[in-house]
T-cell receptor
Framework: ETGVTQSPTHLIKTRGQQVTLRCSSQ?????VSWYQQALGQGPQFIFQ???????GRGNFPPRFSGLQFPNYSSELNVNALELDDSALYLCASSYPSASSYNEQFFGPGTRLTVL | KQEVTQIPAALSVPEGENLVLNCSFTDSAIYNLQWFRQDPGKGLTSLLLIQSSQREQTSGRLNASLDKSSGRSTLYIAASQPGDSATYLC?????????????FGDGTTLTVKP
């Protein structure tokens, strides 16, 4: 059973550019959530995908968008990058069930630096 | 709006000491509470999950408790070791939703000195 993987590991972009981050969920998991973690802070919920549909969104502007594919992998897209978008982006997968209690498993993250 | 607070923000202890990390949340309507460990620049490793109807969970030297009515959880680490040095985060998930949508605290950074 493979865990949650994310790519790329690190990324450097300039203001105004667009970026795509990728996440492969743990085998058997159909739910993916994305979080942004600024330095020294806890992760902030961006949005969640459940069976290819967006299932909740945090307080992030529309230039943050996402997709989930039939194999439950997911992408996070950020347009018109701003300096404040520099952060560690974390992906978490889970399988909602009575026995799992919706436990989340996180990937290693993608470190995005915007110059 | 759910808010999660972790106190203290940083903690330094000598090896072998038992310690308690605290987590408080403002809205008691939670589905679960999860404790994570994060090493610098890395992802989150799940340590313990407590479902809302449970009072505590144990794994090895770790014990987590939950008092939903008072909005508090504690993570007890017994016989601390230098390898326990990391940031510990707690997260609560709202009631009756699919997974994710968690609200995190800002963490407690633990240093265990040899």
């Amino acid at each position: 059973e493979t865990g949650v993987t994310q790519s790329p590991t690190h990324l450097i972009k300039t203001r105004g550019q667009q970026v795509t981050l990728r996440c492969s969920s743990q085998s058997g998991h159909n739910t993916v959530s994305w979080y942004q973690q600024a330095l020294g802070q806890g992760p902030q919920f961006i949005f969640q995908y459940y069976r290819e549909e967006e299932n909740g969104r945090g307080n992030f502007p529309p230039r943050f968008s996402g997709l989930q594919f039939p194999n439950y992998s997911s992408e996070l897209n950020v347009n018109a990058l701003e300096l404040d978008d520099s952060a560690l982006y974390l992906c978490a997968s889970s399988y909602p069930s009575a026995s799992s209690y919706n436990e989340q498993f996180f990937g290693p993250g993608t470190r995005l630096t915007v110059l | 709006k759910q808010e999660v607070t972790q106190i203290p923000a940083a903690l330094s202890v000598p090896e072998g000491e038992n310690l308690v990390l605290n987590c408080s949340f403002t809205d008691s309507a939670i589905y679960n509470l999860q404790w994570f460990r994060q090493d610098p620049g890395k992802g989150l490793t799940s340590l313990l999950l407590i479902q809302s109807s449970q009072r505590e969970q144990t794994s090895g030297r770790l014990n987590a408790s939950l008092d939903k009515s008072s909005g508090r959880s504690t993570l007890y680490i017994a016989a601390s070791q230098p390898g326990d040095s990391a940031t510990y985060l707690c997260a609560v998930s709202p009631h009756n939703t699919n997974a994710g949508k968690s609200t995190f605290g800002d963490g407690t950074t633990l240093t265990v000195k040899p």
